[in-house]
């Protein structure tokens, strides 16, 4: 390799300046270079040589030379490849062939580097423009992902800002922010959970909007940042603009004449400096919530706060992705267009673990520098993987059916199952080199074990989220506005049927009852008076009436005394008194003195999605395992199994709003409803097994039940379809 490219263009060259195979071809000259390219030098390479770099002022783009490619143009001028030849070899010592020569011309032509009069131009020019032209449905297949909108022209502003970046990307700046990030992290440390608490509750729509006003200034100041940093070290700024991003703005600027800077820690300043000034504004803005009192300003500076510590720390800083992260490690280990180099060094070294192919690496590096390529590399194929899958899923439920299945497919065929594919292919074309070795056996093996894993029947259970409550628990609670007067049962005690278990009294009650009482005596002293005088005897019979109601009232005052015992319903468990129960303590008829929860028995509520009801028969046993590990699990029979799919779950522990293992989501009377199809189960304890004493009412937990095995292939199987059996309607 002569040349490395920062970037390139479509369509090479198909003449020959070196000579064909065993010279047969007639040599032609070496083209000559454009008069407006300039050499300058580059960083470092990493085995400690000088390296070059090729400026294309025309369309801004830089190109990293080899040390062969540098000795060849230094000889440029000598015309005829064997000369060009010649001279490089006497004056670099470098051993050259004529292939270089003419890969060299090859990588010239292919990126316009070469006088435009020269012969073969004309027909690489109309290659290329051909090969750029694309139809509407293309371009929208390779940029709908990724579209780049400039929207101004900033350099020549930016130079009245040169001192601005002089100061902010000083040695005394640089010591000042980590000065304020420790200082901000101590901070935000001591009200941890008050931050977190400020956070989650702004998770609205207000205070989406919020975030979205937050991130554009942070964003802004990035991208500021930048500018700045690049204009500091002289570059250019070309632009900035807006880039959709999957049909989402982000912002960006074009400081790609960073290339020309030999100094590595001049551009590892400049890739960090977005970052940088985002640190910087989130250590500000949280020093300042820790001290601002409660209202609008304290919000907005949380805003400004979480933005930049989000988008630093999680999106920025990823080298995974192609933001700051990624120029940073490039710059960091030395390999400049790492994705590229990474990526074609993990294609080499796949098929030589896999099949022990023996060919040469598409480039020789250092241990420690090859290692870190080829984790970045295997590391960004597992991100990607899951990242287009995860545009696929956002685009499909972003858009309406039709064109959301549509966008869905060329996610996943164009940008996972297309470079699959050419992998495949190209193991395909090496079939003829491949052979028994060491690699190819183990590769064997593990294919061997894969498709074992795959498609022998192996998972034999099911597992239910269940609930395991008491079959009766009855609360108790006063009859009537009443004050504790003795509390005769502890709580986790067993009690029996009638057993009193809360002892109230009503001061008013008994006075009544006292005043009753009163009467009646003078109303009896009444009557035994009266009966002895004839004159008043006919008055005896009013009295015994008004005697007789009195009598009644208080028998109906001792009834309602005797409720003021709290009994037990039935045999059982006296559980969750409240914590203030004891005498002295005036209740009401809606307050809860307690339950009494049947000491035998049990029944358990579960939900089974809907890809496992068919494997799900009634009088199937299982085992109930709680969450709580000390708990022995309770062997369970199934006894029914609801013919169609809940609506709302009747059980919100078990709800992931609550922590618990199905998904759901609040409906507008904030109910949990399913995401998908769930079925309603009944299990019982086996042999009258239920809650021991001294337990919790409910129980969460997850039942599994022995069902007939089955493959995990045919269990993705049915998944998938019943996700399109799901999905069909329009």
């Known amino acids: 390799m002569v040349a490395s490219v920062q970037g390139s263009a479509p369509g090479g060259p198909t003449i020959s300046f070196g000579g064909g195979a065993g010279g047969q071809q007639q040599a032609k000259p070496v083209p000559r270079l454009r008069e407006d390219l300039k050499l300058l030098p580059g960083p470092t390479d990493l085995d400690g040589s000088p390296s070059w770099t090729i400026l294309d002022p025309a369309r801004g783009r830089y190109y990293s030379l080899s040390p062969q490619a540098v000795a060849l143009l230094g000889a440029w001028d000598q015309g005829m490849p064997d000369r060009v030849l010649a001279r490089a070899m ?16 090859r990588f010239l032509i292919a990126n316009n580097l070469v006088a435009g009069d020269e012969p073969g131009m004309s027909g690489s020019y109309l290659r290329q423009r051909k090969a750029a032209k694309r139809s509407a449905f293309s371009w929208m297949l390779h940029n709908y992902l990724f579209v780049r909108v400039p929207l101004v022209r900033p350099d020549m502003w930016l130079d009245g800002l040169t001192p601005l970046g002089r100061m902010m990307f000083s040695k005394g700046a640089g010591l000042t922010l980590l000065t304020l990030v420790a200082v901000a992290l101590y901070l935000v440390g001591r009200q941890w959970d008050v931050f977190l608490h400020t956070f989650t509750s702004f998770l609205t729509l207000e205070g989406a909007v919020w975030f979205g006003l937050a991130m554009v200034v942070a964003k802004v100041l990035h991208e500021m940042g930048h500018a700045l940093a690049a204009k500091r070290f002289g570059c250019r700024v070309h632009s900035m603009g807006v880039a959709l991003l999957v049909m989402m703005p982000v912002l960006y600027t074009d400081v790609s004449d960073a290339w020309r800077l030999p100094e590595r820690h001049r551009r590892l300043i400049i890739g960090a400096a977005g970052m940088a000034v985002e640190l910087g504004i989130a250590a500000i803005a949280t020093i300042l919530w820790t001290m601002m009192p409660d209202g609008p300003a304290r919000s907005a500076v949380f805003f400004l706060a979480a933005v930049s510590w989000f988008m630093t720390l999680l999106v920025n800083l990823n080298p995974l992705m192609r933001f700051d992260g990624y120029y940073l490690l490039s710059d960091l280990i030395g390999v400049r267009n790492l994705q590229g180099r990474g990526f074609a060094l993990a294609r080499w070294h796949l098929r030589e673990t896999l099949f022990g192919l023996g060919r040469e690496p598409p480039e020789v590096l250092p241990p420690r520098t090859r290692h870190a390529v080829l984790l970045y590399a ?23 059916k039709v064109l959301g299945i549509m966008l869905a497919a060329v996610e996943v065929c164009w940008f ?15 079939r003829d080199e491949m052979r028994m070795n060491r690699a190819m056996a183990r590769s064997l093996a593990v294919l061997a074990l894969l498709i074992g894993l795959a498609f022998v029947p192996w998972q034999g259970d099911i597992g239910l989220p269940a609930m395991l409550e008491a079959s009766a628990s009855p609360r108790l609670h006063p009859p009537a506005p009443a004050r504790v007067v003795e509390v005769p049962v502890a709580a986790g005690a067993r009690v029996t049927a009638g057993q009193p278990v809360v002892v109230l009294d009503n001061p008013d009650l008994d006075r009544k009852i006292e005043m009753i009482r009163l009467e009646l005596d003078v109303t009896q002293r009444l009557i035994q008076r009266q009966a002895a005088s004839a004159a008043t005897a006919a008055e005896v019979g009013v009295l015994e009436g008004r005697l007789a109601a009195r009598l009644a009232e208080l028998d109906g005052l001792m009834a309602e005394r005797a409720r003021l015992v709290v009994r037990a319903p039935q045999d059982g468990i006296f559980r969750d008194p409240p914590a203030d129960l004891m005498p002295g303590l005036w209740v009401s008829p809606a307050r809860v003195l307690g339950l009494v929860v049947a000491a035998e028995g049990g029944r358990i509520e579960a939900y089974v999605r809907g890809e496992d009801l068919p494997r799900l028969q009634v009088g199937a046993r299982g085992r109930f395992v709680t969450d709580d590990p000390a708990r022995d699990p309770l062997p369970v029979v199934v006894t029914a199994v609801s013919e169609t799919a809940v609506d709302a779950l009747d059980q919100p ?9 199905i998904a759901t989501e609040l409906d507008h009377e904030r109910r949990p409803v399913p995401r998908g199809a769930v079925y309603r189960v009944w299990l019982e304890p086996d042999a009258g097994a239920g809650l021991p004493a001294g337990q919790t009412l409910a129980l969460r937990g997850m039942v599994r039940i022995d069902a007939p095995a089955e493959s995990f292939a045919a269990s993705l199987w049915r998944r998938v379809i019943a996700v399109a059996i799901r999905e069909s309607g329009f």
Do not use: C, T
Request: net charge negative; aromatic share 18%.
């Open 378 to 400: 295997y590391g960004a194929w597992i991100w990607r993987f899951f990242l287009f899958l995860g545009i696929a899923v956002l685009v499909y439920h972003a858009f309406f």
């Open 416 to 430: 996972l199952a297309m470079p699959a594919l050419r992998e495949i292919g190209e193991w395909w074309k090496a």
């Open 90 to 105: 006497a004056a670099s010592r470098l051993p050259l062939e004529l292939s270089d020569v003419d890969e060299l011309a």
């Open 653 to 661: 522990a078990l709800a992931s709003q609550n922590g618990g293992p």
